[in-house]
């Protein structure tokens, strides 16, 4: 039981770092001068993540996306819980979409780190959700063997050390946000 348990905190991580950072726009939007929560540094600001360009991808606020999309998880979840069982077509779709949102955040991280050089403290939580909804649900693909009984064996290794991957997962980005902004951790404290 720890699968559905899995989707749906992190859904709910997700859904909340989504629904705060809309907030904060919401807030920017109706007074442009004001400061956000969680602008606390020259390299820690929300606000100057969320008035760049790539925070609004396909026309709208980005946070949106995950107002919406963060519910997937957490019905599918509690569904299971129900004792709803899903046809591997429905699993490959929902990991589908789950790779869209890590290519996603994997692009908004270098976005930030490389191109706006800020931090959105909302947005790394959304991050923190992604990764671990991406990598299990790849794993339980694999063991269940929705891509083949080949990959089984193999998923199920995978599916019960995903939290190491996740873990590797978050030191690499973690790793690359430590080095960029060595210089600025000093105006943090």
Sequence with gaps: MVFPVSLILFGIVGWIASFGLTLERLHVAEFPDAVTSCDISPFISCKSVMLSEQ??????????????????????????????????????????????????VIWLFTQSVYQIGALCIYCMVAWTATIPLFWTLLGYNLKEGFFGQRFVDFGKSFFEWTWVVVIINYLVIAGFILVHFWDYWPTLF
């Design 55 to 104: 925070a609004a991808l396909f026309g709208f606020p980005n946070p949106l996306i995950g107002l919406a999309a963060f519910f997937a998880p957490i019905l599918v979840g509690v569904a299971i819980f129900a004792g709803a069982k899903f046809r591997p077509w429905f699993w490959q779709l929902f990991l589908a979409g789950h790779v869209g949102a890590f290519a996603f």
